[in-house]
């Protein structure tokens, strides 16, 4: 909007005709302009309810229709939307971010951590656990009052049950104000089931001859959809000031030059000044993709999948291609990043590409996150399925890595609460995502019985969206504070002594210990060797004599360690210069994969 007046602009190639309806004028034509494109400007007030009437074929009557690029909307994802303006009085606006090799990501899903205040109260403890950027589950309108965002027909409009644009921006104010970054999850690889009015009016938005999971492929061979995502991520990085945005699954994009387009363009937006840190989640492992100018970072799922099958045993559905070596894929993913780096998957299909010249902040790795958690049947986090102290081994090698460290809400403390997949449909659409939902894990050998998987939650339930939030309660019990306690001091060390040295950090390589044991090392920018051994088997490992680590993951391993071993279940890291040339003389040569 500018000086009253707003200009209405819609893509809408099927469609023959369109009409604006906006609240208390009378329907105004649309003009029609080059390939498919409708509009309109007139003078109108801020906050005016609008929508458009679009005219397919031989229908007289019209579908009234969302503006698929609003802000915000009223009554919902076939409700009308909202014309908002764009400013803010930023508070803090003079920050520029925080350099990547800073990064401790916090995902958190707003809704279940109690909506915008209750993710504001919790800042000041999240700087004093040492976490520096919170990642936020997407947040575009979705359909009903509770919804995993996954689901989004709306990319550009806040959901209303989180609050307007307005409230959206004080929320990035605050998070800076406390010192921490904050990114946002995008879903541009589909659209949702319910809300969905494109495919009518603007049929070649989609692809009739290539299939995703969920339906034709939208078409990033056109010019209009490819703005419509871009401009999408620049109001994300611009209007709401968001530090950064994590990609989700770019594998069921089919136009890499896509992607690359994204990333330039957003780089020569966003400027060098300021911090803007690009993520992707990408099966296809294209390591090309993370290069200065495009990617800083992927989710590093090998690094979980590997480590997820050590530490719980599992081997079905996409596990099963990492049980095989598993000790020897670990050893892959510590020094390199990807352990498919081109092999061939349980599938047949070939996938990834090199990526041991990358750094290793190239990847986000973790042990849970919102995928892992929630598209479980139970939503069960890794305190009810590993041993605890093996589990703590890992998640020193998590935080302790030079890799960037990603903790799902709750995990600082081991809450045991689930997360679960939720949703709010409606009618017809609730009966099939819940059927289909169990007949999904019906190959799994816990949900053969039909009877065991109606054990699994509706997730149209209320009870489901409600099992899932945090319980401080929980947080605040003495077993569950010392965990924390553990998470924080872990962390200070991260930020103390490895978080200096990063830039310039590679890997030497990674070595087999034993079964579940492996070493890894990295010469850090500064020159210093940082050693990190992993030991997730039930017994004992010979090690060879070490100085004193920096951290362990339990009391009592030094004296282990003093004597060549790395006790069960146990990890321990070491940072300085004194056995660079003995470790480098250990991993030469030495197969990790």
Known sequence: ??????????????????????????????????????????????????????????????????????????????????????????????????????????????????????????????????????????????????????????????????????????????????????FLDVVYNHFGPDGNFLPHYAKPFFRDDLQTPWGGAIDFRRPQVRRFFID???????????????????????????????????????????????????????????????????????????????????????YADFVENATAKLATAMAEGFVYQGQRSRKGEARGEPSGHLPPTAFVNFLQNHDQIGNRALGERLSRLSEPDALDAATLLLLLSPAIPLLFMGEEWGSSRPFLFFTDHRDDLADAVREGRRREFADFSAFEDPAQRERIPDPNAAATFAASQLDDQEAAMPDHLDYRARF???????????????????????????????????????????????????????????GDPLACSRPGITDALGEGQLPAHASAVWLGPSDAKRVADDVAGAPHS
């Not at 007046?5 to 369109?18: D, E, G, I, M, N």
């Not at 309810?49 to 007289?60: L, N, Q, S, T």
């Not at 920050?95 to 909506?115: F, K, S």
């Open 1 to 182: 909007m500018a000086d009253g007046r707003a200009c209405f602009r819609l893509w809408a190639p099927s469609a023959r005709r369109v009409m604006l309806e906006c609240e208390g004028l009378a329907p105004q034509p649309m003009e029609p302009v080059a390939e498919g494109g409708f509009e309109l400007e007139l003078e109108c007030p801020p906050q005016v309810a609008y929508r458009y009437r679009v005219f397919v074929g031989d229908d007289e009557d019209g579908m009234p229709v969302p503006d698929p690029a609003s802000r915000a909307l009223r009554g919902g994802v076939d409700g009308a939307s909202l014309l908002v303006g764009r400013d803010h009085g930023w508070r803090h606006d003079d920050w520029m971010g925080r350099p990547w090799e800073e990064t401790v990501i916090y995902e958190v899903h707003l809704g279940a951590c109690g909506g915008i205040d209750g993710l504001r109260r919790r800042l000041p403890a999240l700087v004093e656990l040492g976490i520096t950027a919170i990642e936020l589950m997407p947040v575009a309108e979705c359909p009903g009052q509770r919804n995993w965002g996954y689901d989004g027909v709306q990319p550009y409009a806040v959901a209303s049950y989180y609050g307007s644009p307005e409230t959206l921006k004080a929320l990035v104010d605050e998070v800076h104000g406390h010192g921490l970054m904050i």
């Open 232 to 318: 999408n991520a620049l109001m994300w990085l611009l209007e709401y000031r968001f530090d950064g945005l994590r990609f989700d699954a770019v594998h069921a994009i089919s136009e890499r030059d896509f992607l690359v387009e994204l990333g330039q363009t957003l780089r020569e937006h966003i400027g060098p000044a300021r911090h803007c840190h690009l993520i992707l989640e990408n099966e296809n492992n294209q390591a090309s993709l993370l290069a200065p100018g495009l990617f800083d970072a992927q989710w590093a799922d090998d690094w979980h999948n590997v480590m997820h099958v050590l530490l719980t045993g599992e081997h079905e559905g996409y």
């Open 488 to 546: 924080a001091t872990w962390l200070a060390l991260r930020h103390r002594f490895i978080v200096p040295c990063l830039v310039g950090c590679h890997a030497l390589g990674a070595r087999v210990l034993g079964d579940k044991a492996v070493e890894a090392v990295w010469r850090m920018g500064d020159g210093q060797v940082l050693t990190a051994a992993i030991n997730l088997s039930s017994r004992p490992v010979g090690l060879g004599l070490r």
